[in-house]
């Protein structure tokens, strides 16, 4: 026995040679076109699966991987649902007829570590099943345009509040950049303010404004800013002691 890439063990070319490169998956799309193929044979243990119910068929790479993911040959997701089927069950959905796929959510589905139980039987569009996938909501608020009154950030450090390309109305249960926006949960921000938050964590930045034109001017105005503490340790560290 020789091991293939996936660690688990597949049967010697000689073990091949006699017989038909064709997979015995009855439910195959392509059993004659893969590019490499498997015996089963007994003891097989790949993926830590069962596969003593297969011992002695041929399957396709295709099939093999699937099996040795899932322990299952059958891909009810990924077959196309009959036309009166196709229609996603999200009540948010806004194109529901309007989809290039529709999946079948079954039973014990794991793709993208999220927990499919409460969607287990139902039908999604492609959009609302990436977004379930990829965030585990099929909820979308935080993408949705804000209306012209609610286009303002809501930071009151920020510098320009009316003025943004984009402004994000923050969600409870927001993750984005691995960050904790619970704080802030139901405010809106400007595109600046929400990628600061984004990359550290926090909307001061106060480091930035130490440096900007305005504050330079303030550093040497008659009266320092309060709390300039920073400021002045600054000037009198490059000014060599007066």
Known sequence: MVLDGGGGEVAKKGAMAG???????????????????HFIERGRAAGGKDWSTLEGNILCKSCHSRFERSGTLERLQNRPLA????HCSYDGCDKPDESSKFYMIEAGKTAGGQDWTLL??????????????????????????????????TYSGCLRPDHGSKFYRIDKDKKAGGQDWSGIAGNVLCRACYCQYNRGGSLERVLERKDSPSSSASHHSETPPLGGAL????????????
């Open 19 to 37: 017989l038909v490169k064709r997979c015995t998956f009855a439910g195959c799309d392509r059993p004659d076109a893969s590019s490499k193929y």
């Open 120 to 153: 287990a039987g139902r039908v999604l569009c492609q959009a609302c099943y990436k977004r379930y996938k990829l965030g585990g909501s099929l909820e979308r608020t935080r993408t949705k345009p804000l209306p012209a009154t609610a286009r303002r950030c």
């Open 231 to 242: 400021t002045g340790n600054k000037r009198r560290a490059g000014g060599g002691g007066g």
């Open 83 to 86: 036309a009166e089927a196709r």
